[in-house]
């Protein structure tokens, strides 16, 4: 939590804001403290980059004295909270409002923050505080309770156990899912606009002291189970796409867990027939049947060869299928020709293959979509442009 006192050798984070700027959040390990009167500083030394940062000098000496850390462009206030010569501690503030749990973005925006009950608390009821799930306020109830505050039932929330006490004062805080410490992983927004999260928990362990415990996503629903190739192996899947899988072998084998979380949201595309179908048309010359569509007809982009002979419609852009690229010449940037929020259908007749790409996952569904419909749109010539901000109204364009 912001603010709290850590000696040299231990680990603190900085972070200007948790909800909006979780990208410039940091975990630093408390590398020195010099104490004095006129050119005392801190020094600390990044826990995954190796980078070092140090405070202004100054006068550092006497308890709640302050100096200025400033990293990425946001300056923190680093505290001298004991001044004991042989143990001395610091604290950073990070800013005006309370921040807990800091929350540090990853790779492809999603979130990570470890979590735990956090006592001692003296927080006056009715304070916002910031978290790696959004703002909370602390309940202005004054009595002795325990409330859980959030809900499971929708995305974008999650439950935090808020403890209150007989003077209007939250004491403790900790995250309704696990009394034990966690790990939590916030995901970007999806199609509907939600928020979800994963979560791993920790266990007592009677040999070892800590063990990993469950894993599960609180909002969203779990398409897991365990895995039929091996029994000690459970595994997850939401609607995002991210997967989680727990490897519990069994004797004294440690427990791994895995969180496998996707560039973009993914979308799956299913195809069903009966095996015996077929597809007849009416024409002047009387019914006319036409070849059946067999069951396993979808191959991926690694079975199939561009030689001109075999029909393809190729699904995804280039930066997601090789046969795409080909189309497109193997173009140095796959981005190039694409913008977000449209998606182009294009023919190459000399490859006997029509492209149905977009620049984002959700923009191919469009065009797939407006394909899958075509007798309700104007196909002609050899390229169509479509927009795709709203997909219960797409409209396309001839480009060609």
Sequence with gaps: MENESALANEYIYITPNTVTDAKYTHLIKVKKIKMHSTSGYVEFEDALTGAIYQTTQGAFIA????????????????????????????????????IIYPAMELKYGEWIAFLGPVTGLNIANGT?????????????????????????????????????????HTTRIAPDVSSLPMILMKEQKDSYDLENFVYISTVNDSSTGVDLGDMGFPNAMDLGGTSVRDSNIITGLDFYGTATMKYNPTGDNDISIAIYYPKEQVY???????????????????????????????????????????????????????????????????TAGFTGGKAKIR???????????????????????VLAAYQDYSFSGTELSLITANMDNLTIEKTD
């Design 268 to 334: 799956g595309n299913v195809f069903i027939s009966p095996l015996a179908a077929k597809v007849s048309s009416t024409s002047a010359a009387g019914a006319v049947a036409l070849n059946p569509i067999s069951v396993g007809m979808a191959i991926l982009d690694s079975q199939a060869t561009l030689d001109g002979n075999t029909p393809y419609i190729v699904v995804g852009g280039p930066c997601a299928n090789t046969i795409a690229a080909e189309l497109l010449g193997n173009q140095a940037d796959c």
């Design 347 to 369: 023919l190459f007749a000399d490859k006997n293959a029509l492209l149905v790409a977009g620049y984002t996952g959700r923009d191919t569904q469009g065009a797939c979509r």
């Design 63 to 98: 308890n709640s004295t302050t100096l200025d850390l400033t990293v990425d462009g946001k300056t923190y206030k680093v505290s001298l909270a004991d001044n004991n010569t042989n143990a001395p501690k610091i604290g950073v503030v990070y800013g005006t409002a309370d």
């Design 128 to 168: 916002t505080i910031l978290t790696p799930t959004g703002t909370i306020t602390t309940p202005t109830i004054n009595s002795t309770t325990t409330l859980v505050y959030g809900s499971l039932d929708t995305g974008s929330k999650f439950p935090w156990n808020i403890t209150t006490n007989a003077v209007n």
